[in-house]
């Protein structure tokens, strides 16, 4: 139930004149509300006059539209996340703002406190956005094309000012320029690389300053990579993100040592970057013990996935998730006896074959890392009801364990159901994507070719499903675990994240 005070403000923010007229007037713990009722009604011409009135030194969207907010418009079909136009009315307030300090130096311009904008957390994947959101490639092109403008006008600013302000000796005695920093997740492609370099290039002297906290880039050269991580304030930087660059062993050997200077790292992700150690190459041996070096330089680092990368028989020169990896058994045996293992949060192993030689070494892995397993990937593993019964007794002593995915496997609906009924001892598993199961297909199907799983989704009975899905949430209901979601929707396994464990 929306309280009377967020009503109020929804109204209030529908009329733009009357609020400019009013705001002066306004308490200062008002304007929280007048912004999340704006962002969440996509009432975009009442953003400006309330950015330009801000009175607290911080604006965060994830503060101001989060879940914790009872207020907020629960009907809006974006959700807490506020529209494009809603996001580029507040960027191009903030920039309307500074152009205005930068004019009028000593004018009326001081009432606005706001000097960090936090815009981290805005925006999602593209299989997640809604029809109005905005992507993080549109997110930062714009930030970029901000602060290159702000940064334009400073330029211009100065020149018009050096003649004004001499001192006694001759020297340019400007005014300090009021600044706003920018902390936003990044995402960059050859699209989008010069724009975001010259932005960053402004850096310190600029009014409007970029700080990024998650950088993500695709398919970028190793100097254009190298380049961008070189201007990044490493002091706000918790994730690094390069995909689809085909960097190889050499080109991750060069990048690595330009992240030692991130010391908060959290989370390195070098998902699909052509590295296959199967492939006989002089100099293997070599880049794995530099890049295993240059990861041991990273003291914080928490989260490291190495997806698709054929790591086979080479898994103890490096080191947490390894999709589509390779494994041989051995690796698997290693993991066991790793001290990571202890610590374990996040492990995917979607795409192993889960034949007898591995379900032993993964069984064992499951019970060292029991405490403290949060996320368990197994997607497309060829697990069938016999080799998941022989894992069930070490999944069960996964005490911490939330989600667990299991899509593209040949299961059953026995099997689910002993499944669900095995898994009610875990407390905190509220999330478990399942397969169709094969007893819910129109035909018999063909096997599926070696690193394919089992996805047929034209073939599904669709009625049949939906009875198998009915039986299941019954069993949950009857269980007391109505707030547990099984779904088939492999989605929902993307949206989960290292840092939301």
């Not at 109020?8 to 509300?33: F, I, N, S």
């Amino acid at each position: 139930m929306r309280s009377l005070l967020f009503l109020c403000a929804r109204r209030l923010v529908g009329h733009p004149r009357a609020l400019r007229r009013v705001l002066a007037l306004v308490p200062a713990e008002l304007y929280p509300v007048l912004f999340r009722a704006a962002c969440l009604d996509g009432r975009t011409p009442a953003l400006p006059p309330l950015l330009a009135a801000w009175p607290f030194p911080l604006l965060s969207f994830r503060h101001l539209l989060g879940h914790r907010h009872h207020d907020c418009h629960r009907d809006c079909h974006l959700g807490d996340k506020p529209s494009k136009p809603c996001v580029q009315a507040v960027i191009l307030a903030v920039v309307a703002q500074l152009r205005r300090a930068l004019d009028e130096p000593c004018g009326g311009t001081r009432r606005c406190r706001l000097r960090v904008l936090d815009m981290t957390g805005l925006q999602d994947d593209d299989a997640e956005r809604g029809p109005e959101g905005m992507s993080l490639w549109s997110g930062t092109v714009a930030l970029a094309k901000a602060a290159l403008e702000v940064s334009k006008h400073h330029r211009e600013c100065l020149k018009r000012g050096s003649k004004r302000h001499k001192g006694p000796l001759g020297a340019s005695v400007a005014p300090q320029p009021v600044t706003v920093e920018v902390r936003a997740d990044l995402f960059v492609n050859a699209a989008s690389f010069a724009v975001l370099r010259d932005a960053l290039r402004a850096g310190a002297a600029a009014p409007l300053r970029l700080k990024c906290r998650d950088f993500h880039a695709e398919e970028l050269s190793v100097a254009g990579t190298v380049s961008l991580l070189e201007l990044l304030d490493p002091a706000g930087v918790r994730r690094v993100d390069l995909r689809f660059n085909n960097l190889g062993l050499a080109g991750l050997c060069a990048v690595l040592p330009h992240l030692a200077r991130f010391t908060r790292l959290l989370s390195l992700k070098l998902p699909y970057s052509n590295v296959d150690v199967r492939r006989a190459a002089a100099g293997t041996d070599a880049a794995l013990r530099c890049l295993a070096e240059q990861l041991g330089k990273l003291p914080a680092l928490r989260e490291l996935n190495l997806g698709s990368s054929r790591l086979s028989g080479k898994l103890r020169q490096l080191l947490r998730e390894l999709p589509f990896c390779s494994l041989l058994p051995g690796d698997v045996a290693f993991l066991c006896q790793s001290p990571h293992a202890p610590a374990l949060q996040k492990l995917d192993l979607s795409g192993h074959d889960l034949t007898e030689n591995l379900l032993g070494p993964l069984g064992r892995l499951l019970e060292e890392s029991s405490a403290s397993l949060r996320h368990l990937d197994l997607v497309e593993c060829r697990l069938t009801d016999a080799r998941l019964e022989v894992l069930l007794p070490a999944l069960c002593r996964c005490s911490h364990l939330r989600c667990l995915g299991l899509f593209g496997n040949p299961l059953s609906t026995p099997g689910l159901k002993t499944l669900l009924r095995k898994m009610l001892v875990l407390p905190d598993l509220h999330l478990v994507v399942y397969p169709y199961p094969v007893d819910c297909y129109n035909h018999e199907l063909p096997q599926p070719l070696p690193g394919s799983g089992w996805v047929f989704e034209d073939a599904v009975d669709e009625e049949r499903l939906a009875a198998v899905n009915a039986e299941l949430c019954q069993i949950l209901v009857s269980s007391g675990r109505a707030d547990a979601v099984w779904t088939t929707n492999l989605c929902q396994l993307g949206a989960l994240d290292y840092f939301a464990l």
